[in-house]
């Protein structure tokens, strides 16, 4: 039917020009400071004195940027391994074992990403201040309290991806795969992982 036909295109640009136009709203502001960051004074005015790199510049030759970028890289490695160690076997369990307890478990996941980022920050705090009085261990501020926190956030969000993934998982393929003599550890690894990796 024409009718439909026009319609379903007309949906489908209706969408498109939302989508680009998302995109580009959201893109302006990132343009907009990467282009202030290649002006030649410390404090941007319109017009600009002229473009330089050497902010740039001077952000690699400060060995306190270094430092905070190679210990961001750490924080944000360790806090990813981490949480995928224990998102995936949480997120599995879920999905395939139905036991006492496992909507708590799911609702506990669910959490962080419901309470506000400030309460969460000082609630971390106040644990870490609770945590170093009672067990005299540094944690405050050192690089182990910022894994823990990094991995309280990823946790929840790993877990949820996961969740997803293993919802469109077909079930079947990891059965025909034990079936033809492979055991659980390498269907989990060559058909299910493999399966939910793109989620």
Same mark, same amino acid.
């Given at each position: ?16 020009? !939302? ?11 990132l343009?907009? $400071? ?26 690699? @030759? ?18 990813? =391994?981490?949480?995928?160690? !224990?998102? =995936? ?18 609702n ?10 400030? !309460?969460?920050?000082?609630? =971390? ?6 945590? @170093?009085?009672?067990?005299? =261990? ?8 910022? !894994? ?5 956030? $990823? ?18 393929l @990891? @059965? ?24």
């Amino acid at each position: 039917m024409p009718g439909a036909l026009g319609l379903r295109r007309l949906r489908r640009w209706t969408l498109n020009a !939302v989508a680009v136009f998302g995109f580009v709203y959201l893109s302006i502001p990132l343009i907009f $400071v990467t282009w202030l960051s290649f002006y030649q004074q410390a404090i941007p005015n319109y017009p600009p004195e002229g473009y330089s790199v050497r902010w740039y510049s001077a952000a690699i @030759e400060d060995e306190r940027f270094i430092d905070a970028f190679v210990t961001s890289l750490k924080v944000g490695v360790l806090a990813t =391994l981490i949480g995928l160690l !224990v998102a =995936l076997p949480a997120a599995l369990a879920i999905n395939r074992r139905k036991f006492t307890g496992s909507g708590a478990i799911n609702n506990l996941l669910l959490m962080p990403l419901i309470v506000p980022g400030i !309460v969460l920050g000082f609630a =971390l705090f106040v644990f870490q201040v609770q945590t @170093e009085i009672k067990t005299g =261990l540094p944690i405050l501020g050192s690089f182990s309290g910022l !894994v823990f926190g990094h991995v309280l956030l $990823v946790v929840p969000w790993a877990t949820r991806l996961i969740l997803a993934s293993l919802a469109g998982f077909d079930r079947t393929l @990891e @059965e025909a795969a034990l079936n033809l003599g492979a055991n659980r550890f390498t269907a989990f690894r060559r058909i299910t992982v493999p399966s939910i990796l793109p989620g």
